[in-house]
């Protein structure tokens, strides 16, 4: 069972960054994918961007594309997000979640039902 732990969220004005990190509680494997969702209130579960773990193949809803960057580190089991250029509607609680087996349709990776482990969640919150 693999636990995650996101960190890095807090309150930032339009335009500001963060850069969200979430750590696995143990050594990832090479099939594995990662990816973040977020969710706000009264509003569905979004897919934000996901990465094969061995590949660095990268996935972006088209939302955040060209703001948002996901990107790993595998030896430190270490999932990150950088966010530029905020906008109030991103704000959201965003999920690192983790991919146990392998697929080869880029498809899986933008559905959180693909999913099997999921980190607690951290708040980014954008001011106007």
């Known amino acids: 069972q693999v636990q995650l732990v996101e960190s890095g969220g807090g309150l930032v004005q339009a335009g500001g960054s963060l850069r969200l990190s979430c750590v696995a509680s143990?050594?990832?494997?090479?099939?594995?994918?990662m990816g973040w969702f977020r969710q706000a209130p009264g509003k569905e579960r979004e897919f934000v961007a996901a990465?094969?773990?061995?590949?660095?193949?990268?996935y972006y809803a088209d939302s955040v594309k060209g703001r948002l960057t996901i990107s790993s580190d595998n030896a430190k089991n270490t999932l990150y997000l950088q966010m530029n250029s905020l906008k109030p509607e991103d704000t959201a609680v965003y999920y690192c979640?983790?991919?146990?087996?392998?697929?080869?349709?880029?498809?899986?990776?933008?559905?959180?039902?693909?999913?099997?482990?999921w980190g607690q969640g951290t708040q980014v919150t954008v001011s106007s």
């Open positions: 990465i094969r773990w061995i590949e660095g193949t990268t």
């Open positions: 979640a983790a991919l146990r087996n392998y697929y080869s349709d880029s498809y899986y990776y933008t559905r959180d039902v693909s999913y099997h482990y």
């Open positions: 143990e050594r990832t494997f090479t099939n594995y994918g």
